[in-house]
């Protein structure tokens, strides 16, 4: 990578953490990707010593950090952080929210570039701190979706509201009956999860052709489990939907 090659920043603000990445101006190919706890360890990173020609941004958080971040890349970088929002339609697909504002812009970026991904009918499975389902047909409409804990929030609350204690050492997951307590709760959660999701693909039977996508800190786990046909994990779902909603000006095409 030339020290002078024009890069574009994508920034997604979780409640957690920050995850970056750059991608090449001119061909949009991903040149580095990676995550901080916070906007401090965000300025010292050394990979961000380059050269900025946009910077677009989604984030789930409040206008504090947000604020920090556009004034960091202004100051820094000499252009103004574009900050994703959720509209009623946008690279093909429509929100049927009746308030737009209440669909969180995580979900919707997913959605934006796994119809871009599949160009027909489509369902997002993240799986993270939350679990959520979304579902496109193939004119893009957005036909609903569900959000329901994740499998550590599931664990947690059983600990927090009954004399249930986890070891939390299991590492062996599976939908058979448990023999413990450990198996019992670990396998419990996951086949509901997993429930939920052949129910949905099942629904979506008489659909036609249907691209699943896994994306999420447990997406390896459950799409090992699932076992579904044309299904493949993308972690990227959300950054690569900020290309759909916030495109590059000087780019003739998005990154898929």
């Not at 389902?133 to 509201?161: C, F, T, W």
């Amino acid at each position: 990578m030339s020290i002078n090659q024009r890069m574009i920043l994508e920034l997604d603000v979780g409640n957690s953490r920050i995850k970056w990445r750059l991608l090449a101006a001119d061909d949009l190919a991903v040149v580095g990707v990676g995550h901080v706890s916070g906007f401090d360890e965000l300025q010292r990173a050394p990979e961000l010593e380059v050269v900025i020609s946009m910077a677009r941004m989604c984030s789930v958080r409040g206008g504090g950090i947000n604020k920090k971040l556009e004034d960091w890349v202004r100051v820094k970088h000499k252009v103004e952080l574009v900050q994703a929002a959720v509209t009623q339609s946008c690279g093909g697909v429509t929100n049927q929210y009746a308030d737009v504002s209440r669909l969180g812009i995580d979900r919707w970026l997913a959605m934006l570039a796994a119809y871009r991904r599949a160009d027909g009918a489509c369902m997002i499975i993240d799986s993270g701190t939350a679990f959520t389902i979304d579902v496109l047909d193939a004119q893009g409409l957005h036909l609903g979706g569900y959000i329901i804990p994740g499998l550590k929030l599931m664990r947690s609350s059983l600990e927090s509201n009954t004399a249930i204690r986890l070891s939390g050492n299991h590492c062996v997951y599976s939908q058979s009956l448990g023999h413990s307590t450990d198996e019992a709760v670990f396998n419990g959660t996951v086949t509901a999860l997993l429930a939920t999701i052949k129910q949905q693909r099942g629904a979506l039977g008489r659909a036609g052709t249907v691209e699943i996508y896994f994306a999420g800190g447990d997406a390896g786990l459950l799409h090992g489990l699932a076992g579904l046909d044309r299904s493949e994990i993308v972690t990227s779902l959300v950054l690569d939907g900020l290309d759909v909603a916030c495109p590059n000006p000087d780019s003739a095409r998005g990154r898929v």
